[in-house]
């Protein structure tokens, strides 16, 4: 959803841009466009920041975001492994 069309759809409803977005936060959180990317380019996994690679197996931006995704991925493994012993 472009902010052209955020503006028209607040005028309709008598609010400005702002008021209009804070009050429709929730839905349009999950409207914003995929970024396009040029040929190179990859969308880091974890922050999903646009970046050029430097090998073919470069999958993140940054070191952080490579060790913040790998440290969620160990979680939600445990986690599941935990539920499933509790039964």
Same mark, same amino acid.
């Given at each position: 959803?472009e ?5 028209r759809l ?11 977005? $804070? ?5 349009l959180a ?13 969308s880091c ?5 646009? $970046?050029?690679p ?12 490579r ?7 160990r979680?939600?493994m445990?986690k599941r ?7």
């Amino acid at each position: 959803m472009e902010i052209e069309d955020v503006c028209r759809l607040a005028r309709a409803e008598g609010l400005s841009y702002g008021q209009y977005v $804070f009050a429709h936060a929730a839905e349009l959180a999950g409207k914003r466009p995929k970024p396009r990317l040029r040929p190179g380019e990859r969308s880091c996994r974890y922050c999903g920041r646009i $970046f050029l690679p430097v090998g073919t197996r470069h999958r993140f931006c940054r070191n952080a975001c490579r060790a913040a995704w790998n440290q969620e991925k160990r979680r939600k493994m445990m986690k599941r492994e935990a539920e499933r012993d509790e039964r």
